[in-house]
């Protein structure tokens, strides 16, 4: 074989390399046989070359099939449903015996029918009609002048050339996905790890007035100016499960992203991310949260905005694989119930928006990183004047009586009536469990006439509702309303025949009628 098809085979890699954007993923050790793949490129994602005097037609049907095999295989490593391999033979002569109805039709992979090989001869004679079916296949005209003598030194240049390039892409590359040692992903894990054992020291990290104490998103008390609850939610976290799932899911997210986009970079979009998240969760959920999950999903976030910005390094690296991890877990925040959906997606946009802003390392943008930063600065300021707005505050009788219950706990009896009679004044109905509550803050208030009224209310919803009757049988007997009292308590006593206190309170009131002469 002459250096001629030695020189052709490396000028057209060359062509493929650096002109129409392939990425060599195999060289032969034996330099001739090469391996190309541009996905994107839906008529012939995959490229394979081979340098080879090609004797009979029969030999070169067996590496036809060949290449078909190996074709399948990378059809599965890439996932695809169908994949097209171009097939390019470059030899001095063609096959001695008939061989055009061989390359006449693509050969498809027996087993799936998936991976299709259409293959294409460069030889004498065939030049035109090759460079013709290749360049009708890739979608460009591809075409080189060449002579019939070459060198060693020629064949040896161009070859090395193709090499360099490959060489600076491949440098190129991993400079992108490899900015530096990742830092504050392990600072935030021991944070958090941290945080989560202190809690556990100091009443449980499942114990909402733990929770609370050390910063979990509530809504009233933001509005109450508690301002920083928009940050310290990121770090806590509800039980151990709730902290390994998310532990795991930083350590593998917060890795990537803090590699491409460097500690500093990624310390930004984390901290952004999870305040979106919360902000989100403000504006749209009145229930207490917590943990990292809006941060964790902004690191998704970071990510398909690198996407965006390298989207053929992206699906070569992590595209499918992250797009199917990242619809997995919206599906189960969808599905689930307690889960905080709107921090998981402020989270995931907050990412995506941060990363803009901050773009890559030595890697400037100026105009896209302020359109970014104008969006970032709109959505929040839009976002927390909306949130704070009277309109849009939370009248969730949950959220109420949580709130209520923590006043409660700590003796704030004035702040727990405040939240119960603003629940009351704005609802069209309230549940018997927030009557009850507001009662017992108005016999602590010593509001009797009103806790008698607000617990009449709460049986007349639940009719079975024991400690009802039973606070009601004690503010009549503060009314000396003893035939009342005795009746009320008598209900409690029936329909909870194990509680001892109500018993006994029936047993005082006969005791105290049948001192008097009214028992019977």
Request: net charge neutral; aromatic share 14%.
């Amino acid at each position: 074989m002459s250096n001629k098809e030695s020189y052709i085979f490396w000028r057209l890699a060359y062509s493929f390399i650096s002109e129409h954007g392939y990425r060599m993923i195999q060289l032969f050790d034996n330099q001739k046989e090469l391996w190309l793949e541009k996905v994107e490129n839906k008529q012939a994602p995959i490229i394979r070359m081979l340098l080879h005097d090609l004797d009979w037609s029969n030999a070169m049907q067996r590496d036809i099939e060949f290449t078909a095999a190996n074709g399948e295989r990378v059809r599965k490593q890439l996932g695809r449903s169908e994949l097209h391999v171009m097939n390019i033979y470059i030899s001095p002569f063609p096959p001695v015996d008939e061989y055009e109805y061989r390359l006449a039709n693509p050969f498809i992979f027996p087993e799936g029918n998936k991976t299709i090989v259409s293959s294409i001869l460069l030889a004498k004679g065939e030049f035109d009609a090759g460079f013709r079916r290749i360049s009708e296949r890739v979608g460009k005209e591809i075409y080189f002048a060449f002579v019939d003598e070459y060198t060693d030194q020629d064949v040896e240049s161009i070859k090395e050339a193709s090499l360099d390039f490959v060489k600076k892409e491949v440098k190129t590359e991993r400079a992108i996905l490899s900015n530096g040692k990742p830092f504050f992903t392990y600072v935030f894990i021991a944070i958090q790890a941290i945080v989560f054992f202190w809690l556990e020291l100091h009443g449980g990290s499942t114990n909402t007035s733990t929770l609370i104490k050390y910063g979990a998103k509530v809504n009233q008390l933001i509005l109450g100016g508690e301002w920083w609850r928009f940050i310290t939610p990121i770090f806590l976290h509800i039980g151990f499960v709730h902290l390994a799932m998310n532990t795991l899911a930083l350590y593998f997210l917060g890795l990537t992203v803090e590699k491409i986009f460097g500690s500093i970079r990624f310390l930004l979009i984390y901290l952004f991310a999870g305040f979106a998240g919360v902000m989100a969760s403000f504006i749209f959920s009145s229930t207490l949260s917590a943990g990292a999950s809006g941060a964790i999903y902004g690191c998704f976030g970071a990510l398909l905005y690198f996407g965006v910005i390298y989207p053929k390094l992206f699906s070569r690296t992590m595209g499918m694989n992250l797009i199917i991890v990242l619809g997995i877990n919206l599906v189960f925040s969808f599905s689930a119930s307690g889960i905080d959906v709107a921090g998981h997606l402020g989270g995931l946009a907050g990412g995506f928006l941060a990363a803009g802003v901050v773009h890559f390392p030595k890697k400037k943008k100026l105009g896209w990183q302020l359109l970014f930063s104008l969006a970032s600065i709109a959505i929040v300021w839009g976002a927390i004047s909306y949130g704070y707005s009277p309109s849009a505050k939370s009248n969730d009788e949950n959220a109420h009586l949580l709130m209520a219950q923590e006043y409660i706990k700590q003796n704030k009896y004035d702040q727990a009536y405040h939240v119960l009679k603003e629940s009351e004044e704005k609802a069209d109905h309230l549940s018997e469990k927030t009557y009850f509550l507001l009662s017992f803050v108005e016999i602590k208030k010593e509001m009797l006439s009103d806790a008698k009224g607000h617990l009449q209310k709460a049986i007349k919803l639940d009719p079975n509702f024991d400690e009802a009757y039973y606070n009601l049988a004690l503010i009549n007997l503060e009314q000396n309303d003893i035939i009342q009292a005795k009746v009320n308590a008598g209900k409690a006593a029936e329909l909870e025949p194990k509680q001892k206190q109500y018993s006994d309170l029936v047993r005082e009131i006969n005791q105290h009628l049948q001192s008097n002469g009214e028992g019977g």
